[in-house]
Structure formats: C-alpha cells, structure tokens
C-alpha cells in the first residue's frame, strides 16, 4: 500500500505561482512514476505532468513551459511547480503513484487550486 499526501492549493491571481507538494509513505520503494492529474468541474481527471524514477518527465500540451515536476525524498514525493497560471487552470489537483510490477494506482485525496481575479 501506498498513502499519498498533498499539499499547497489555494487561490491565486491569474500570472501568479502556486507549488503543490506530495509525500507518499509506505511501500514507496516500489513506487515507478509520480505524477499529477487534475479535474474542473464537470469534466473528466486528465493528466497534467508525470516524472519517473529515473527523472524522465511528461506534460500536457496545456502546461508545458509554465509547470514543472520534480522529485525529492529519495524519489518519494513530488512537486509540481505552478507559474503563469491561468483561469482554466482550477480544478482538484491529485497526485498520482503508479507502480509498474504490480500494474496499481494510488491517489491522494486532492488539493483545490482556484485561479481567480
């Protein structure tokens, strides 16, 4: 099993910065890829960035050149960088641990991100 625990939402100006943080506990020395997903309203969770073990990452065309993931704690937690955030950036943020072995996904209960005038 694998616990995931988020941090870091909150309300911001749009051009502003937020940085989300996980930190997974548990059988984390199985955890492969780390990464986080979001969901607005009425719409279904897309995949915002992943990072592996190995730091290899991945963005959506929507995020790219204003979010970065990264990897601390021995590969157990990640951030996720927030800036030049836009209106159509809120939703629920979740961070994502996948392990390849065992083909599972863990989630963590979500983090708000609001971004607002």
């Known amino acids: 099993q694998v616990q995931l625990v988020e941090s870091g939402g909150g309300l911001v100006q749009p051009g502003g910065s937020l940085r989300l943080s996980c930190v997974a506990s548990?059988?984390?020395?199985?955890?492969?890829?780390m990464g986080w997903y979001r969901q607005a309203p009425g719409k279904q969770r897309e995949l915002v960035a992943i990072?592996?073990?190995?730091?290899?990452?991945n963005y959506a065309d929507s995020v790219k050149g204003r979010f970065t993931i990264s990897r601390y704690n021995a590969g157990n937690s990640v951030y996720l960088q927030m800036n030049s955030l836009k209106p159509e950036d809120t939703a629920v943020y979740y961070c994502?641990?996948?392990?390849?072995?065992?083909?599972?996904?863990?989630w963590g209960q979500g983090t708000q991100v609001t971004v607002s005038s």
């Open positions: 994502n641990a996948h392990l390849n072995l065992v083909n599972a996904d863990y």
């Open positions: 548990g059988r984390t020395f199985s955890i492969d890829v």
């Open positions: 990072i592996t073990r190995a730091g290899t990452t």
